[in-house]
């Protein structure tokens, strides 16, 4: 049960002394994980004045109108009042959910996020749930943008990159203090299902995460209980990832950055992600189930699905639903609607991103722009066979 030491663990999974005061998230203890931290990220910094001086003018006429709409890409809340009939409970609690989202960095997981937002927000039976989004990459960039006024610090030395696997411990820091937020919001009832927008790459990451959701689910001064679902987002092809790595050269990290340095900085970014990244899977699935039935004392619902390649690949092997027996009503719809969406996410959304993509690589071919053609140095065959050792050295090719 939580508060016990798991060290007796059979399987391994979890070591780690653990209990509710240790947390990111006590309620018994004020002053939980980094408060300063977490006050400085609820500052909104200088995103939107930044954002109105965008740099690349003529290029990002080039980015298709659906995507460059940054509603897409900014945290969406929903205010839809609740309506309590639809409340169900575990232990007594009053269920939310929260979305864990897997991903390395440009596959789309904010901009599905977005699409699954839009989804449930259209669906009946979950439009009365308030959605929002936890994006670590944005709470980095506003704890950063207050201590040092840039968007992002570019660096070539491995010590000063926050990407290196070198640094990781700052990289934990900032998703703790995102997770720390996500977990304040519920326990405030300011929102009914938290998308925790990180890649989440490492199974240590996870690890954590659940260890986390355990602690608050069990904590007696929560209200709410966390049903927790895994989203996988995968892409595998290669003008996906080269299109998609484009858009992200004009995001907030790199507004004050020219296109070549900006498209050779997120390559070198993927490359560091791709060497320690650990894609979910059912093993991971099992042990995290049976941690959350041991700790929590409880048949414990669990979810998992995936969105490869915009959709277009099925996923249905991959995806997994675990019901506990007692499980309510309302449990049961938000996964419906979620499982829906995610086996129709190519007819819904993943078409038009392709077309946007065949387009841009039909203009890009009659276009000789400079910056059309650092793109093509840096994104090259050289950097997709690289990226290929690196998943092979990793053990998941
Ligand atoms: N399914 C999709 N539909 C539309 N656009 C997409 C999709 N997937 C990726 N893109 C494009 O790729 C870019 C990167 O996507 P996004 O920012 O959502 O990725 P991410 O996985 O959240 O990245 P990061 O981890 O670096 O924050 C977006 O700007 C968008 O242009
Ligand atoms: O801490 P994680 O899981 O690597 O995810 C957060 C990082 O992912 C990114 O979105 C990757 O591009 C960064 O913006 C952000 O800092």
């Not at 309590?84 to 232990?91: E, G, L, P």
């Not at 992200?248 to 004050?256: G, H």
């Not at 979810?303 to 991959?318: D, K, Q, R, Y």
């Not at 449990?331 to 609607?337: E, G, Y």
Request: aromatic content about 12%; glycine content about 4%.
């Amino acid at each position: 049960m939580c508060g016990s030491s798991d060290s007796d663990s059979h399987d391994g999974y979890l070591t780690s002394d653990y209990n509710s005061s240790n947390s990111l998230f006590s309620l018994n203890n004020g002053n939980s994980y980094s408060s300063a931290s977490l006050d400085r990220a609820t500052f909104d910094c200088q995103d939107s004045d930044l954002l109105g001086n965008h740099k690349h003018p003529m290029l990002s006429t080039e980015i298709p109108r659906f995507i460059s709409n940054d509603a897409l890409h900014s945290p969406i809340t929903l205010n839809y009042k609740r309506d309590n009939d639809d409340v169900t409970y575990t232990s007594g609690k009053i269920n939310k959910f929260m979305i864990v989202l897997i991903g390395l960095p440009a596959t789309g997981k904010s901009t599905i996020s977005s699409h699954l937002i839009q989804c449930l927000k259209n669906n009946p039976l979950t439009n009365s749930l308030r959605c929002k989004v936890f994006n670590a990459g944005k709470i980095r960039r506003q704890i950063s943008c207050a201590t040092i006024s840039k968007p992002l610090l570019l660096s070539n030395t491995s010590s000063e990159d926050l990407f290196n696997p070198k640094n990781t411990d700052k990289k934990e820091a900032y998703a703790r203090i995102t997770l720390q937020k996500l977990f304040l919001e519920i326990n405030n009832d300011d929102c009914d299902v938290g998308i925790f927008d990180a890649t989440n790459s490492t199974i240590e990451r996870r690890k954590f995460i659940f260890e986390e959701v355990c602690s608050f689910n069990t904590d007696e001064l929560s209200t709410f209980n966390l049903v927790p679902i895994v989203l996988q987002i995968s892409c595998f092809n290669r003008d996906f990832i080269k299109y998609n790595i484009h858009n992200k050269s004009f995001n907030e990290d790199y507004l004050d950055k020219p296109y070549e340095l900006a498209i050779k900085d997120f390559a070198k970014r993927l490359k560091h992600y791709y060497s320690q990244f650990t894609p979910f899977s059912m093993d991971e699935f099992n042990q995290i189930h049976k941690y959350i039935n041991q700790h929590e004392e409880i048949d414990a619902s669990l979810f998992f699905f995936n969105v490869i390649n915009a959709g277009i690949v099925e996923p249905h092997s991959l995806n997994h639903s675990y019901y506990p027996s007692t499980c309510g009503r309302q449990i049961r719809d938000t996964i419906m609607v979620v499982e829906n969406f995610i086996n129709h996410y190519s007819q819904m959304f993943g078409f038009e991103y392709i077309e946007s993509v065949k387009l841009f690589f039909e203009k890009f071919e009659d276009n000789h722009e400079e910056t059309l053609t650092a793109l093509d140095s840096v994104v090259n065959d050289e950097f997709f066979n690289d990226l290929e050792e690196l998943i092979e050295n990793n053990g998941f090719a």
